[in-house]
Nanobody, 125 residues
Framework: VQLQASGGGSVEAGGSLRLSCSAS????????MAWFRQAPGKEREVVSF????????YYIDSVKGRFTISRDNDKKLTSLEMNKRTSEDTAIYYC???????????????????WGRGTQVTVSS
């Protein structure tokens, strides 16, 4: 199973960027899809995830109102639209897939089964 993240790059503060994650061998219907990020010297943190059942979403407080996660199960794509970027958003971004579990919280890396390699996003002020 491979997850392939793309769309990273450099953008000025206030700008927009869209990340995409393709999942070539997964039937996305069964998986919660998430974006994590890891900044230098910091732990990996969840940015957002989208449910496999009803499409409900979760965002960490620092990105609420700026980022939007979406998924297209038929195309096996998950996207993260990032607007109003700040330097705090600079990190390596990872997409992840975790099979849905009734007791899952889905904010922790160890709840995810598959990971992409990551794509660097840099925001310059």
């Amino acid at each position: 199973v491979q997850l392939q993240a793309s769309g990273g790059g450099s953008v000025e503060a206030g700008g927009s960027l869209r990340l995409s994650c393709s999942a070539s061998d997964l039937t996305l219907d069964y998986y919660v899809m998430a974006w994590f990020r890891q900044a230098p010297g910091k732990e990996r943190e969840v940015v957002s995830f989208i449910s496999s059942t009803d499409g409900s979403t979760y965002y960490i407080d620092s990105v609420k109102g700026r980022f939007t996660i979406s998924r297209d199960n038929d195309k096996k794509l998950t996207s993260l639209e990032m607007n109003k970027r700040t330097s705090e958003d600079t990190a390596i971004y990872y997409c992840a897939a975790g099979i849905w579990r009734l007791t899952g919280v889905f904010t922790r890396p160890n709840e995810y089964d598959y990971w992409g390699r990551g794509t660097q996003v840099t925001v310059s002020s």
